[in-house]
């Protein structure tokens, strides 16, 4: 029984590992088709506390988790900003632009 919850957690772990490596490839501009879409995360069904020789990494995923949350929140404000910008730059009327540039020569 020990065996399959520790096998449990080490895979619970896994597809944690894979979910944040999807959104660090999401966040270096990766092309969205070769990030794989992955269920929701559940935790193991077995009953137990996670095992202690697994803390370390759990830790360390939970670390690469928060990193990654600051980083998709100020690539988000970026993009917010950016919009902002792009807006206040062309409000969206046509207006007539020139068709040629003049230069001195």
Known sequence: MDGDWHSAWAEALDALELDVEATERLLRS????????????????TVGELPADLRARAAAVLARQLA????????MSGNRRLTALGGRLDPGTRRERPAYLDRGM
């Open 68 to 75: 990654l949350s600051d980083e998709l929140t100020r690539a």
């Open 30 to 45: 990766v092309p969205p088709e070769e990030t794989p879409v992955r269920p929701a995360w559940t935790p193991p069904a």
